[in-house]
Nanobody
Framework: QLQLEESGGGLVQPGGSLRLSCSAS????????IGWFREAPGKEREGVSC????????YYAESVKGRFTISRDNGKNTVYLEMNNLKPEDAGVYYC?????????WGQGTQVTVSS
């Protein structure tokens, strides 16, 4: 069964940086787009960024453009989200997502806290 796993979250001060990772077990996701979403307390889950499979074309939400960078290393079966100049409003649980055959797969999430 396809399993996604996020890591790299933590506590960071405003203006700080984190790099999140999303890896897959028992599955090679070279041919699939991967997305990052986040969910803050009391808010709906929102899309943050996604990256295409072979072409690597990326998309960013307006709120993170210029600060976040998504990338993938298919050799390591991992997608990264580099987050710079973090703001308190970036805090939440970050999830990676893959859609295969109309089914959405999610990891367990990784907590990002931005606070001084």
């Amino acid at each position: 069964q396809l399993q996604l796993e996020e890591s790299g979250g933590g506590l960071v001060q405003p203006g700080g940086s984190l790099r999140l990772s999303c890896s897959a077990s028992r599955f090679t996701f070279d041919y699939y787009a991967i997305g990052w979403f986040r969910e803050a307390p009391g808010k709906e889950r929102e899309g943050v960024s996604c990256i295409g499979s072979s072409d690597g074309v990326s998309y960013y939400a307006e709120s993170v453009k210029g600060r976040f960078t998504i990338s993938r290393d298919n050799g390591k079966n991992t997608v990264y989200l580099e987050m710079n100049n973090l703001k308190p409003e970036d805090a939440g649980v970050y999830y990676c997502n893959l859609n295969r055959d109309s089914t959405n797969y999610w990891g367990q999430g990784t907590q990002v806290t931005v606070s001084s």
